[in-house]
Nanobody, 121 residues
Framework: QVQLVESGGGLVQAGGSLRLSCAASGSIFSINVMGWYRQTPGKQRELVAQISSGGNTDYTYSVKGRFTISRDNAKNTVYLQMNSLKPEDTAVYYC???????????????WGQGTQVTVSS
């Protein structure tokens, strides 16, 4: 089993910055992707950014150039540095871990409890 513990959400003015952290513990295989998703009421959860165990990153278009995802493999922790925040970034942000023991093996998918990010105009 895997646990994901998030921190760093809060209230910030437009143009400000926040840094989210997510620490993973438990059975994490070497093949994994850690990421951040966000969700607002009435909308589907969407991918914000993700980073593989090899360091490859992927961002949704609306945050490119403003958000940076990084990870510390020794600590099994992923970070999301959010700069130039906009009111439309307001959402509950969820940490996600996808991991498998080998290519084409069963994929395990875990979620954090979510942290609120509110950007005021």
């Amino acid at each position: 089993q895997v646990q994901l513990v998030e921190s760093g959400g809060g209230l910030v003015q437009a143009g400000g910055s926040l840094r989210l952290s997510c620490a993973a513990s438990g059975s994490i295989f070497s093949i994994n992707v850690m990421g951040w998703y966000r969700q607002t009421p009435g909308k589907q959860r969407e991918l914000v950014a993700q980073i593989s165990s090899g360091g490859n990153t992927d961002y949704t278009y609306s945050v490119k150039g403003r958000f940076t995802i990084s990870r510390d493999n020794a600590k099994n922790t992923v970070y999301l540095q959010m700069n130039s925040l906009k009111p439309e970034d307001t959402a509950v942000y969820y940490c996600n871990l996808k991991t498998r023991i080998a290519p084409y093996a069963r994929l395990y998918d875990y979620w954090g409890q979510g942290t609120q990010v509110t950007v005021s105009s």
